[in-house]
């Protein structure tokens, strides 16, 4: 059975006091409710495309979701690949009125969709809910800062050996291992801004160099980080990167 959203207070246990409440935002990120669905997506399903009107907030509670944006002059760019426990659809919440990219499942997924009202009053009334919610905006501020770092100082050959180190890390805190979603060179060549000859020929490199193995599943193994370590781009009055020698400091 489904976890109490309100669950009670463990202060709450005197007979003749009404029990205190407590609001779990694991269980409201989890289930149906007044204003939020969760709802199945398969493999390849779109969940919204660049320029449809935004009034939901999605969170991811299984699965990877593809977030892109296509240019006028018919080009695709892949912004990011987003995993369990990430929000996305979250600049309805901020005034717009429309999407500024499409999102699409990748794998089987299960996605909460939370009403703009009811995500907006959850926000303002749900102080443990704004906590998860402020935790998870400002984990994507250093990420994009960091992509962005990327595509600016770090060659093409970088790019790809950081996002499959990126990838491989999906979901969990350990070893970087197996790729979890299947990513086609396509893909990454559309992540890295490059094209799919050049990733193609770059993964024959880390593969032939024992950093990566692809029989029928992609492997990743840590000494890939030395291709993004050794040379990382020097960011001016920058000493030491935290996390350096791990996945934290790319
Ligand atoms: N660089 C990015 N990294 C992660 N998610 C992004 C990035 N850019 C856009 N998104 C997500 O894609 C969503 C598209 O719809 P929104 O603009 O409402 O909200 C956007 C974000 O949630």
């Known amino acids: 059975m489904a976890k109490q959203l309100i669950a009670k207070s463990p202060t709450a246990a005197k007979p003749s006091t009404k029990p205190k409440l407590t609001f779990d935002p694991s269980v409201f990120l989890k289930t149906d409710g007044p204003g939020r669905t969760v ?63 499409a999102a699409t499942a990748i794998t089987d997924s299960e996605i909460l969709r939370i009403t703009k009202p ?26 994009v800062e960091a992509d962005l770092i990327d595509q600016l100082f770090n060659s093409s050959e970088k ?23 299947k990513v086609s060179q396509e893909m990454l060549a559309d992540m890295i801004g490059t094209t799919r000859s050049r990733v193609s020929h770059f993964m024959n490199k ?24 050794h040379d990382q781009p020097h960011i001016a009055g920058v000493k030491s990167v935290e996390g350096k020698g791990t996945l934290k400091g790319l």
């Not at 029989?215 to 291709?227: D, K, M, P, T």
């Open 39 to 101: 709802g199945k997506y398969r493999k390849d399903q779109p969940i919204f495309s660049q320029g449809a009107a935004a009034d939901v907030l999605f969170y991811i509670v299984s699965g990877t979701v593809k977030i892109v944006v296509h240019s006028e002059q018919g080009k695709e760019a892949v912004i990011a690949l987003l995993g369990q426990d990430d929000f996305f659809g979250e600049g309805c919440l901020a005034g717009q009125s429309h999407r500024l990219s």
């Open 118 to 143: 009811v995500a907006l009053k959850t926000l303002r009334e749900q102080p443990a809910f704004s906590e998860v919610f402020v935790s998870h905006i400002l984990a994507r501020t250093i990420r």
């Open 159 to 181: 790019r790809l050996a950081r996002a499959l180190l990126l990838l491989a890390n999906f979901g969990n805190d350990g070893k970087p291992q197996r790729v979890i979603a």
């Open 206 to 229: 880390f593969r032939k160099m024992g950093f990566i193995d692809y029989n029928g599943h992609l492997v990743i193994h840590s000494s890939l980080l030395n291709v993004v370590l």
